[in-house]
């Protein structure tokens, strides 16, 4: 099974009118906790990365998943390449490693998305590793839903690559014709 036929089979590719943590709006929305629901999922849309990441012979020595999103998908990757998993929060709007989490001097560290829109939570991330003294190898995601590579400034190997119709809220088609507007990500579920 490919990973566009896992997504539609476990409902984790949703159409309509979305609000992403981005900002922007889309007609599309990924909800990858549904497509990492089952351990077999997971286990292959891993492999799927480590593929990829074989093929460029990027060889991390820790995987780092930015909370919420990041967090399975990061486990099963680091667990199929045998290497250390942990994660970043956000803590006042920071994206910063808490219970007890760190990274070690020179540490090749590779970042694991759900989903990669603008890569601003992977930047982020990226940004308190080197904080730490690692070295970030790159990023890796389950869907590479960016418009352009040119917005990031690391390497992205993802499973899956379904390039995004975005808008701006303010010229967004879907708002102007009065669609209803969904927030379902992570970051807009404290009300």
Do not use: W
């Amino acid at each position: 099974m490919d990973i566009k036929e896992l997504m539609i089979k476990r409902h984790a590719l949703l159409e309509g009118h979305f609000c992403l943590s981005s900002g922007k709006h889309s007609d599309q929305y990924f909800q990858c906790a549904k497509a990492t629901e089952f351990a077999e999922d997971a286990n292959l849309i891993a492999n799927k990365i480590a593929e990829k990441l074989n093929e460029n012979n990027v060889g991390p020595d820790v995987v780092v998943g930015p909370a919420m999103g990041g967090i399975i998908i990061g486990y099963e990757l680091a667990r199929v390449l045998g290497v250390r998993s942990i994660f970043t929060e956000r803590v006042d709007g920071k994206m910063t490693f808490r219970r007890g989490f760190t990274i070690k001097k020179g540490e090749k560290v590779l970042i694991c998305e759900d989903v990669v829109t603008t890569g601003k939570s992977s930047m982020e991330t990226a940004k308190a590793i080197e904080e730490l003294g690692g070295e970030v190898l790159g990023i890796a995601s389950i869907v590479d839903r960016t418009v352009s590579h040119d917005e990031l400034e690391l390497p992205l190997y993802s499973a899956i690559k379904m390039e995004a119709v975005l808008y701006d809220p303010e010229g967004c088609p879907l708002c102007k014709s009065g669609v209803p507007v969904e927030k379902p990500g992570s970051r807009f579920l404290k009300k």
